[in-house]
């Protein structure tokens, strides 16, 4: 009997010396190394997760869209490699998927009748309305595709369904030619549920049939594609702003020249509405750049806006003398609002409060002038606001709120592009795209 508990006693203390060994050996692992190797087990993972909790038991969350970026593409690769998706591989698989299907006969097609639930929206960053018809709008869902109206909203069809990126970040058209539209994909802010994209599609039929350029397929410079503008007289003369650089198409998108390249990304590209030889582009951490040539040549304009990561820039359609910004700082939160009256010569600084951000300006942040007065703007953060610049300051007026408090208009939270439709005399509509809806307001 003695010898039994003996036996029994040893095993214990033996494995409890194992697992304390185990458990110290862990923590110098985890002491001494980084996220990266810890995300090689997941017991490592679990451990190096518990200790940032421990660390970080109150205050700010340590937000890191980087890592969050990172590790999204780490699930998305073979263990020890870079991303190694080839990058259209949906797309070769649909044309695998419909030569398969033309050799199934009639009798095993299978009828599908859509059941809903048709009333749930999801995140979109782009929308065009077609210049002749203000009724007409496309919109680009980042996890849906594109999609269109033809009754201001009031019912919307697909036009994607065949597109196996679906991951539209960016949409502009032609305003010569509306039936042109350009499409970009890869939402490239460093949100965790961000979908990688594939290039850049293309219509010709308003949308109706798309095809993905061959010249940006499977491409590392075209994974995600921020902004696209089009030349309003010229379809074929299109530039995309990703996060590897700024290239411009003459050719309708057949190739691509870098005219921009920086270590940092390129979140937005504007051009004057009157003239589009003059353009703006911005870059997370670094500023904003103007163009007066198409983008041949580039010149900082904004050494007046410092400690700042994301910058978002609006012109003003009634005088493109007026320039705003919408800087973040490190934390998300509004580091300054900035005005210019003379096309980014110079910018004033009107303020920081409200801060229409609170800590999201790294994922949500928008701004659109009145079309008919220059000194009048709106601003999209967690909700909508309109600013009167006039006195060189903020004077703030809440226009909605996320969930209809306060006496406001519900708009759903996170505002992520802003379009204006002008009406008769001085009266205008606004359609912002937010997380979950469009609305009209």
Known sequence: ??????????????????ALIIERDTKIKMDKTSLEYARQNPELLKAYTLEEKKRHPQ??????????????ADLRSEIGKSFSYSGNWRIKALKEAKQIALFKSAADNMVWVERGPGNIGGRSRAIVVHPDNPDIWWVGAVGGGVWKTTDAGESWTCQTDDMPVLSATTIDICLDQPDILYAGTGEGFYNYDAIIGDGVFKTTNGGDTWTQLVSTA????????????????????????????LFRSTNGGDGWTTIFADSGRIQQIIANPKNFSSQYLTINGKGIYKSTNMG???????EEIENHARIEIAIAEADTNYLYASAVDAEGGLSGFYKSNNAGDNWIYLGSDPNWFRNQGWYDNTLCVDPFDPEMVIVGGIDLLKINTVNDSIEATALSH????????????????????????????????????????
């Open 402 to 441: 996320w969930y209809g408090g306060f006496g406001l208009p519900y708009v759903h939270a996170d505002q992520h592009f802003l379009v204006t439709i002008k009406g008769a005399d001085d009266d205008y509509s606004i359609i912002a795209a937010s997380e979950n809806s469009f609305k009209l307001i």
């Open 218 to 245: 499977d491409n590392v410079d075209f994974r995600y594609v921020n902004r696209i503008i089009v030349h309003p007289d010229n379809s074929n003369i299109v530039l995309a702003a990703t996060n590897n650089g």
């Open 1 to 18: 009997m003695k010898k039994r508990i003996i036996i029994i006693l040893t095993a214990v203390i033996a494995v409890s010396t194992i």
């Open 59 to 72: 205050g700010k969350r340590p937000d890191r869209p980087d890592q969050a970026m990172q590790y999204e």
């Open 296 to 302: 041949a040549t580039w010149k900082r304009i904004s």
